[in-house]
């Protein structure tokens, strides 16, 4: 194994650990809010359906779940990235 395989072998290692790190944050996010959400569904099938209306817009948790996806997007893919710097360092010939 050369330098360079050693340094895309190397690089890629990297990427993958600090992907995955920083994707459990918003993952996590995304589940609690999920949790949130089902917990107040079945509160409401329990008590019955709300008379009121309901906002059109989206919540403050539909925004948060959308920036959690688009962080869980960017770090998936540096993910991938290290993934593919791994391979292409192992199969350099």
């Known amino acids: 194994m050369d330098a360079a395989q050693l ?9 993958i650990i600090m992907g995955v790190a920083r994707a ?3 993952l996590a996010t ?3 809010l999920d949790a949130t959400q089902a ?9 019955g359906t709300r008379t009121e209306l309901e906002p059109d ?3 403050g948790a539909d925004v948060m779940r959308g920036q959690m996806r688009q962080r869980l997007v960017v ?4 993910a991938v990235v ?12």
């Open 7 to 15: 340094v895309l072998v190397g690089a890629g290692i990297v990427a």
């Open 24 to 26: 459990r944050g918003p």
């Open 30 to 32: 995304i589940r609690r």
């Open 39 to 47: 917990n107040l569904d079945r509160y409401d099938t329990w008590r």
């Open 57 to 59: 817009g989206p919540t």
């Open 75 to 78: 770090w998936g893919g540096l």
């Open 82 to 93: 290290g993934i593919t710097l791994v391979l292409v360092g192992l199969l350099l010939d």
